[in-house]
């Protein structure tokens, strides 16, 4: 183990190999280092060819054949759909909205539910009970649409030093409702988390696989009906949500991602934050979590072709 340490560190110390990316990156596994490979290579206008989704050996061909800007390899040389609609809205700066995106959300049901998580990891574990590396859940955020459109927020942020998941899954379930669908973005890390939290709280496990069964993932929707040019190949919420509200982008937010929400509740746990940090702080958590449910409603309304209040 000394030996694999040592060895990982002079690797870490030096330089990028001098290797072009080619089949090797793709054959028989595809490399998770790829994507640092291929956008450090110059490209004309930040349309590589790797931002075809699930592109992977293909674009490592096209890169191969000359082709560094995806607006000038030739349709015929695109033949799946998802291929086709990022090239023709990256070629013709048109978005492109299929509306199969509208008939899939008009099939949901009111009370309508936007829900985000946010978690925490810790190497060495902070409570008793966690595991290294695992998710803790200390805050989430919920808009509720009415079927007359109406909209409220709920919310919850841990406030004490202690293990937030108990707290956690009371107030959600409290705020969640027991009707109509919870939308997500990427249902994965919710439904991993709450089967985490019903592991752990057994007396609360109906009523959190309840929820579970509840969720809609609003990501494979994006992903299968929706491309801007300037999303660059992401799906990330973070991506879509400037391409439909500008005015809605995280970067004037003081907490404007994942892992900014981390270093900020990592923060509020140390006793020796000041009261005045602490409520400054805790102002810039709830602000960014709001900030992707109310996300969700703007996009889930796009996507319906209906305009969204506020």
């Known amino acids: 183990m000394?030996?694999?340490?040592?060895?990982?560190?002079?690797?870490?110390?030096?330089?990028?190999?001098?290797t072009a990316p080619g089949a090797q990156c793709t054959q028989p596994?595809?490399?998770?280092?790829?994507?640092?490979?291929?956008?450090?290579?110059?490209?004309?206008?930040?349309?590589?060819?790797?931002?075809?989704?699930?592109?992977?050996?293909?674009?490592?061909?096209?890169?191969?054949?000359?082709?560094?800007?995806?607006?000038?390899?030739?349709?015929?040389?695109?033949?799946?759909?998802?291929?086709?609609r990022t090239w023709q809205a990256t070629r013709d700066d048109q978005p492109v909205l299929d509306a199969e995106?509208?008939?899939?959300?008009?099939?949901?049901?009111?009370?309508?539910?936007?829900?985000?998580?946010?978690?925490?990891?810790?190497?060495?574990?902070?409570?008793v009970g966690t595991r290294p590396y695992q998710q803790i859940p200390f805050q989430w955020?919920?808009?509720?649409?009415?079927?007359?459109?109406?909209?409220?927020?709920?919310?919850?942020?841990?406030?004490?030093?202690?293990?937030?998941?108990?707290?956690?899954?009371?107030?959600?379930?409290?705020?969640?409702?027991k009707q109509g669908p919870i939308l997500v973005w990427s249902a994965s890390?919710?439904?991993?988390?709450?089967?985490?939290?019903a592991e752990a709280f057994p007396d609360l496990a109906n009523a959190l696989h309840e929820v579970m069964?509840?969720?809609?993932?609003?990501?494979?929707?994006?992903?299968?009906h929706y491309y801007h040019r300037d999303m660059c190949g992401s799906w990330s919420i973070k991506a879509v949500l400037p391409t439909i509200a500008p005015a809605l982008r995280y970067d004037a937010l003081d907490v404007g991602d994942g892992a900014m929400a981390q270093e900020a509740f990592l923060e509020?746990?140390?006793?020796?934050?000041?009261?005045?940090?602490r409520a400054a702080l805790r102002e810039a958590l709830l602000r960014y979590c709001e900030r992707d449910t109310w996300a969700m409603v703007r996009i889930a309304h796009h996507f319906e072709g209906r305009d969204s209040p506020g």
Not at 31 to 52: R, T, W
Not at 113 to 121: G, K, M, S, V
Not at 213 to 224: G, I, K, N
Request: aromatic share 8%.
């Open 101 to 127: 995106a509208r008939r899939t959300l008009a099939g949901l049901g009111c009370p309508r539910n936007y829900l985000d998580f946010e978690t925490i990891q810790f190497a060495v574990p902070t409570w």
């Open 189 to 197: 890390f919710e439904r991993a988390r709450l089967r985490e939290l």
């Open 29 to 84: 596994f595809q490399c998770p280092f790829l994507s640092h490979c291929v956008h450090a290579q110059p490209v004309a206008d930040g349309f590589p060819p790797e931002i075809l989704p699930r592109g992977g050996a293909f674009a490592v061909a096209l890169r191969a054949e000359g082709y560094e800007d995806l607006r000038d390899v030739p349709a015929a040389r695109l033949t799946t759909p998802k291929h086709q």
């Open 213 to 224: 069964e509840r969720l809609f993932d609003l990501l494979p929707v994006a992903r299968a």
């Open 268 to 277: 509020l746990l140390q006793p020796e934050t000041a009261p005045g940090r």
């Open 2 to 18: 000394p030996q694999w340490i040592n060895a990982a560190r002079a690797t870490l110390a030096g330089a990028d190999p001098c």
């Open 141 to 177: 955020s919920c808009h509720v649409e009415q079927r007359d459109g109406r909209l409220d927020h709920h919310a919850f942020l841990a406030d004490d030093t202690g293990d937030p998941r108990r707290a956690f899954a009371e107030s959600l379930l409290a705020g969640i409702g």
